[in-house]
């Protein structure tokens, strides 16, 4: 088994644990890269069914052709698609930086969603080597009750050991490629030929 193969089955060992975990889980679909190998590794982890919905939160700032790829590909892996709409600009703090205030849209529009839905338990596709604070963060990740993180306060995951067993309501977000580099990511894609926008 070479490496790409143990990235692999340890992400479709948390996805399937996450399934078994969570009655109201769903996936993050951004179409990025990452995000569309998360897609594809629930595909195998269920035998060509992704059984859960597949969530995705627009900013109105995508290429007609990312729309596009998103609707054939909806359609051609029988997904479930939830989209929703992140609030306008105009909403958001005006004294934060353009960066802040687009993940601050993005932040609202799936805290909408998630209440909206009752998602407790959501997947996304986040690496550790993205960012310094990405790091420490776990691979089922609970969040408060505003949705925030305490990324001083995570328990230790050894061995593949992870903790699965949260108080009823608690949101949790579930990390399978956590582990994978940006390296790996585009290993995977050209070594399975994921369609990319």
Known sequence: MNELDELE???IFILREAYNRFDDLAMLWS???DSNVMVWLA???FYGHVPFPVVHVDTGKKFKEMYDFRDRYTDEWNLRLITG???PVEDMDPTLPPAARSAARKTAGLKSLLEEYGYTGVIAGIRRDEEAVRAKE???SPRGEAAEWD???QPPEFWNQFNTEFPPGTHVRIHPILG???LDIWRYVRREGIPLV
Request: overall charge positive; glycine content about 4%; aromatic content about 14%.
């Open 85 to 87: 709409d992140c609030p």
């Open 9 to 11: 089955a340890a992400s």
């Open 138 to 140: 776990r691979v089922f």
């Open 180 to 182: 994978w580099t940006e």
């Open 31 to 33: 179409l990025g890269k």
């Open 151 to 153: 990324f001083r306060n």
């Open 43 to 45: 595909k195998k982890a």
